[in-house]
Structures are given as C-alpha cells and as structure tokens.
C-alpha cells in the first residue's frame, strides 16, 4: 500500500466515524428528554420513585431500641454513639444518648443489619445539606429513655418513612444550638 492510498483510507475512516457518531446524536435529537429538572419539575416526590431497598439516612425508633449499642461496635467510622447508664434511683438501665452523625456516615447498612429489632433503618430521605455540619448530627434522646424489652418472635410497627429522622434535621440556613457545637465524640478503637 501506497503513501496515497493511505491517506485517502484515512480521510475515508474519519468520514465514516465521523457520521457514525453523527447518526447516534441524530437518532436522539427528536426523543422526549430523560433529564429530571429536579426539584422542580417532577410528577411526584422524588421519595415515591426510590426502590424499596434504597439507603437514605438512617433513623432509629428509639420507642424500640434495646440499648444493646451492637450498631455502634459495627459501625466502621464510628457514626453512631450510643450511651447507657444505670438510672441511680430505679437502678434500671436508661439509653442517655443516642446520636448519628449523617455527614459521616457512608451508608453501608452494616448497623441495620445487625440490629435485634429492626428500630435503626434507612429511610428514603437523602437531602441532607445544611450551612452548619453539627446541624447534621440526628440526636434521638432528648431525655433518659428505657431500653424496650424485647420478646422472641414478635413483629413490632415500625416507620419506615423517615417521619422521625425529619424532625430531627435541623434547618438548613439554622444556626446549631450552643450545647451541639463541638460535642466530642466517643474516644477512637485502640
């Protein structure tokens, strides 16, 4: 083969490529878009269109937990912390605290797969921005709670439409409150 003939094979392939391509684009030019204009021009909440088994952040029931703290020792990147302290008049356990740090957490599900009854779950939610990063952190007891007692074998009603952890979401433009700024974390695994 001839320095000519090479050249012309070469032009010939870039031509054809070229059209090729062209005929792709073409062929989607007169279809009806895919793209979303989310938020605002969508049929439906976009939570209605995730598959069910979709990892959104995570909330607990706290009317359920148990205060086994078996989701925190899973937990990879210590996102949650759990405390249980002897309440020291009833001498009863108590769950003092219950948090997830959501800006942390890589959604992996190894906590909710762990958990006896089902009270920590993804939910659909996964809009979670806010101004401030404590605004993130979902604290789940506001007061001293008794663990629930759990009974072998029995379904217990739990939502799992992320009602609770909304209510915990601070707003997004809200300052965080003085006692959330700079809350230390439980100590690192040694």
């Known amino acids: 083969m001839n320095a000519v003939s090479r050249y012309v094979d070469n032009i010939w392939t870039t031509a054809t490529s070229f059209f090729e391509g062209l005929s ?3 062929s989607w030019m007169f279809r009806r878009p895919m793209t979303i204009q989310y938020p605002d021009k969508i049929a439906k909440p976009i939570e209605e269109t995730l598959p069910e088994r979709y990892r959104g952040i995570l909330e607990v029931d706290i009317r359920f937990c148990i205060g086994c703290s078996a989701c925190m020792r899973t937990c990879p990147i210590d996102v949650i912390v759990v405390e249980v302290a002897k309440h020291p008049e009833a001498g009863t356990r108590m769950i003092t605290r219950f948090d997830i740090d959501v800006s942390k957490c890589m959604f992996c599900g ?5 958990c ?3 009270c920590l779950h993804h939910t659909p939610l996964f809009e979670g921005t806010a101004t401030y990063i404590e605004n993130l952190v979902l ?3 506001d007061a001293p709670v008794e663990p629930f007692k759990l009974k072998k074998g029995e379904e217990y009603p739990i939502d799992r439409s992320g009602r609770i952890a909304r209510a915990r979401i601070r707003d997004y433009f809200a300052p965080p409150p003085e006692e959330f700024r700079h809350v230390p974390q439980r100590e690192q695994r040694a």
């Open 139 to 141: 604290r789940y007891v």
């Open 24 to 26: 792709v684009t073409m």
């Open 116 to 118: 006896p009854t089902g």
């Open 110 to 114: 190894l906590c909710t797969e762990v």
